[in-house]
């Protein structure tokens, strides 16, 4: 498995932007806690790549500061984001694991959202991602053609954290893109809660299952014949999921629509982003984004990441900054149909 992927961007910001620890970095971190909060349940796929983190970023940071990693779900992870952007100390020893989700809340004018994506520090992201739907045999659904059929029928139930998370936002895609009953049910605090439910029967399946945290996590039943990857959906088809059906290729969507998705899939390409407060100094921003650099490349993380079955594929923060750029730059005409698309 190919673990560590560097685009030239990343590698640039690696040997360009921060050579070097700026001076007193490690005066300020010796001694001193940074918190990891992630924004959903242990467990799941963010607290996962999180604990990994919280193995291995002491080292790469002046001064060794001792990491904590916390969880604090709710809200699809909205509460955990308005608190690194208002509450949280912003000298940077907090940094937020947040669902690439909320980088665009507020152009789907979700409430609740108290922060302005693009005013986050964003330090990198670990993955890009591919979205898949898995459902077990007792739902019914055992292929793309069963999926269709029931949420044409008798319909589905999906489980999420909230209402603008990844399993949220593509279950209500698919109905909306592909006049299907689904109904979605709301306040699973983390993907593996969801999971079980549909484990259980108390749900037909999810969507929204990155494929990192399917092998990582959820790849048993699948394995056992007990499950099925039933769809894929995102920017562009994973080259590990070729027996499992693209959403572009099974589905014919008008020019709009196909726009629209590309911007909700947008999320996708920082899948696992790391952020500081809109107001920790520039300087130890930087010492922390190389922080994160530098151990993406370490081998005793990747050995970990191997060992969790981790994709590690990093996308720094000025890459986001680009993506986050993009995506408020579209047509009102194309957020207006996108918000169409993820209406609950």
Same mark, same amino acid.
């Given at each position: 498995?190919?673990?560590?992927?560097?685009?030239?961007?990343?590698?640039? +910001? #690696?040997?360009?932007?921060?050579?070097?620890?700026?001076?007193? #970095?490690? @005066? !300020?971190?010796?001694?001193?806690?940074?918190?990891?909060?992630?924004?959903?349940?242990?467990?799941? *796929?963010?607290?996962?790549? #999180?604990?990994?983190?919280?193995?291995?970023?002491?080292?790469?940071?002046?001064?060794?500061?001792?990491?904590?990693?916390?969880?604090?779900?709710?809200?699809? &992870?909205?509460?955990?984001?308005? +608190?690194?952007?208002?509450?949280?100390?912003?000298?940077?020893?907090?940094?937020?694991?947040?669902?690439?989700?909320?980088?665009?809340?507020? +152009?789907?004018?979700?409430? *609740?959202?108290?922060?302005? $994506?693009?005013? =986050?520090?964003?330090?990198?992201?670990?993955?890009?991602?591919? /979205?898949?739907?898995?459902?077990?045999?007792?739902?019914?659904?055992?292929?793309?053609?069963?999926?269709?059929?029931? &949420?044409?029928?008798? &319909?589905? #139930?999906?489980?999420?954290?909230? $209402?603008?998370?990844?399993?949220?936002?593509?279950?209500?895609?698919?109905?909306?893109?592909?006049?299907?009953?689904?109904?979605?049910?709301?306040? !699973?605090?983390?993907?593996?809660?969801? =999971?079980?439910?549909?484990?259980? &029967?108390?749900?037909?399946?999810?969507?929204?299952?990155?494929? /990192?945290?399917?092998?990582?996590?959820?790849?048993?039943?699948?394995?056992?014949?007990?499950?099925?990857?039933?769809?894929?959906?995102?920017?562009?088809?994973?080259?590990?999921?070729?027996?499992?059906?693209?959403?572009?290729?099974?589905?014919?969507?008008?020019?709009?629509?196909?726009?629209?998705? @590309?911007?909700?899939?947008?999320?996708?390409?920082?899948?696992?982003?790391?952020?500081?407060?809109?107001?920790?100094?520039?300087?130890?921003?930087?010492? +922390?984004?190389?922080?994160?650099?530098?151990? /993406?490349?370490?081998?005793? =993380?990747?050995?970990?990441?191997?060992?969790?079955?981790?994709?590690?594929?990093?996308?720094?923060?000025?890459?986001?900054?680009?993506?986050?750029?993009?995506?408020?730059?579209?047509?009102?005409?194309?957020?207006?149909?996108?918000?169409?698309?993820?209406?609950?």
């Amino acid at each position: 498995m190919k673990l560590f992927r560097s685009s030239t961007t990343a590698l640039a +910001l #690696a040997t360009v932007v921060v050579l070097a620890a700026p001076a007193g #970095a490690a @005066d !300020f971190y010796n001694g001193k806690v940074v918190s990891i909060y992630v924004g959903s349940g242990a467990g799941g *796929g963010f607290d996962t790549y #999180a604990r990994a983190v919280g193995r291995h970023i002491a080292s790469h940071i002046p001064g060794k500061p001792t990491i904590k990693v916390q969880n604090r779900p709710g809200a699809g &992870g909205r509460g955990n984001a308005n +608190l690194v952007y208002n509450s949280d100390p912003q000298d940077g020893t907090v940094i937020g694991a947040l669902g690439p989700w909320l980088a665009l809340e507020p +152009l789907w004018g979700q409430s *609740g959202v108290q922060f302005d $994506p693009p005013k =986050f520090k964003w330090l990198l992201s670990l993955g890009r991602e591919v /979205s898949t739907c898995v459902f077990f045999n007792k739902s019914g659904v055992t292929d793309i053609k069963a999926l269709i059929k029931k &949420g044409k029928g008798e &319909g589905l #139930a999906m489980g999420a954290s909230g $209402p603008t998370s990844a399993m949220a936002s593509d279950a209500f895609l698919l109905r909306n893109a592909l006049d299907l009953k689904i109904n979605v049910i709301v306040g !699973f605090k983390g993907s593996r809660r969801a =999971f079980m439910a549909a484990e259980k &029967g108390e749900l037909d399946g999810n969507c929204g299952l990155w494929y /990192s945290s399917v092998q990582s996590q959820y790849i048993g039943p699948v394995k056992e014949g007990r499950a099925n990857l039933t769809l894929q959906l995102g920017l562009k088809p994973h080259p590990k999921l070729k027996n499992v059906p693209f959403l572009y290729d099974v589905a014919k969507l008008p020019d709009l629509d196909r726009k629209a998705m @590309d911007l909700v899939f947008t999320q996708m390409e920082l899948a696992r982003p790391y952020v500081a407060g809109p107001k920790v100094p520039t300087d130890r921003v930087n010492t +922390l984004r190389k922080a994160f650099i530098d151990m /993406s490349k370490d081998s005793a =993380f990747l050995a970990t990441a191997k060992k969790l079955k981790l994709d590690i594929d990093v996308v720094s923060g000025g890459e986001i900054q680009d993506l986050l750029a993009k995506a408020y730059a579209q047509p009102k005409e194309v957020v207006a149909r996108a918000r169409k698309l993820i209406e609950r």
